[in-house]
């Protein structure tokens, strides 16, 4: 398996454009999380899915972030208006839970830089 | 909110066993201690896992106190491409990875 895939790797926008983050989990893997990594705050949960469906957005920081995920292998975190301060790397991960054992998978992440 | 203290840099000789230390002395019964680094521009990547007996895997090793108060996380031959950020996690076992506080963790500079 190529792992988890995201896409852009890089994204250079001007601020009020929409912004869409995509992820493609890895096969078999019933849940996704999108994480986002500044050097203020470091890695935080934004949101997470189980069997495509939201479970916890609490991590959301507001209503111009949202995040869907049309069926199990494929997710996109929209940012509709960006702002500068949403400038970050942001991380999608998958994992599979048969049991106790936690351990996630994260993609590359996608470098986004709104001027 | 944080329930791990990490030093926030470490160095190590390369081909030398770098000691990365854990303190999480509010952990409970239930939770687990987990490890995961990120190395530069890189997503964070699984390490190992345990509750109370020491384990190993072809990564590193994790010695947890009888108390279960702190840990360390060994790796026993450094080399360059261990230059990390590691993190030490304590959280319960649930879904997936929502419960990860990944915190500031500590800086690995493995060194030639």
């Known amino acids: 398996d190529a792992g988890v895939i995201q896409s852009p790797r890089h994204e250079v926008t001007e601020m009020g454009q929409e912004v869409t983050l995509r992820c493609k989990p890895i096969?078999?893997?019933?849940?996704l999380f999108w994480y986002r990594q500044t050097m203020m705050r470091g890695l935080e949960l934004l949101i997470y899915f189980n069997n495509n469906v939201p479970i916890d957005d609490s991590g959301m920081p507001e209503d111009r972030f949202s995040a869907k995920m049309p069926n199990a292998s494929f997710s996109t975190l929209k940012i509709q208006p960006s702002e500068p301060r949403d400038s970050a790397v942001y991380f999608c991960a998958s994992s599979f839970q048969p049991g106790v054992y936690t351990e996630a998978f994260f993609g590359q992440g996608t470098r986004l830089t709104v001027v | 909110d944080a329930k791990t203290t990490q030093p926030p840099s470490m160095d190590c000789a390369e081909g030398r066993a770098a000691n990365l230390p854990c303190n999480h002395s509010t952990i409970s019964g239930n939770e687990y201690v987990y490890w995961y680094r990120q190395i530069h521009s890189q997503g964070p990547q699984y390490i190992i896992h345990?509750?109370?007996n020491n384990e190993t895997n072809e990564m590193a090793s994790l010695i947890i106190t009888e108390d279960r108060k702190s840990s360390t996380l060994i790796l026993p031959h450094a080399t360059l491409r261990d230059t990390a950020v590691y993190y030490c996690?304590?959280?319960?076992?649930?879904?997936?990875?929502?419960?990860?506080?990944f915190g500031t963790g500590t800086r690995l500079t493995v060194i030639p």
């Open positions: 996690i304590v959280t319960r076992p649930q879904t997936g990875a929502n419960n990860l506080f």
């Open positions: 345990g509750l109370k």
């Open positions: 096969s078999g893997h019933d849940y």
